[in-house]
């Protein structure tokens, strides 16, 4: 008779006829300080309050992609091949206010230890877990007719995808005049 081990319930799977589909493209990011809590990551007023009190730095307006993350196996045991490790994940950003956040991206490169990065696509604002690594270049094309752009990769290892909820209003993806 085989034993039976279960660490985890697994959730049902949901086959929804009609399910939503959510577009692409990460549109801002937020970095919020790893000793704060974001209460209601669904309220423009909880992430109004974090950027206020100087505990997130949000950052609008930006192109990325998240590159899903890239498993990390080790040799299994018993009957399986191989076990999933963890998850190494990407985040590469393209933020077009180059010159004016220099002094951030060189000070982010020694001090992103200490926020937990979150992200924003259509409709999710999505909580990642794990440590970020801030990776800034600023690559300078040739051609003349080309703006140089801040392009940062951060990288983070956590064994899960992003979590994701639905997104406040507005306050994350736009730039107050």
Request: charge should be negative.
């Amino acid at each position: 008779m085989a034993t039976q081990y279960a660490c985890d319930p697994v959730p049902p799977y949901k086959n929804v006829l009609c399910s939503s589909n959510e577009l692409a493209r990460v549109r801002s990011i937020a970095l919020v300080k790893a000793t704060s809590v974001v209460s209601d990551p669904t309220s423009d007023a909880v992430w109004a309050a974090l950027e206020a009190s100087g505990d997130a730095v949000i950052m609008r307006e930006i192109r990325g992609l998240y590159d899903g993350g890239a498993v990390v196996e080790a040799p299994g045991f018993g009957s399986q091949l191989v076990k999933i490790q963890n998850m190494n994940h990407t985040l590469t950003l393209t933020d077009p206010k180059t010159i004016d956040n220099i002094a951030f991206y060189n000070a982010m490169k020694r001090n992103s230890y200490q926020y937990r990065l979150w992200f924003l696509t259509e409709t999710q604002v999505w909580e990642t877990f794990g440590v970020p690594t801030f990776a800034p270049t600023m690559p300078v094309p040739e051609d003349i007719s080309q703006e140089v752009y801040i392009v940062t990769a951060i990288k983070w290892q956590y064994e899960d995808l992003p979590t994701p909820y639905d997104k406040p209003t507005s306050y994350l993806d736009t730039i107050a005049a």
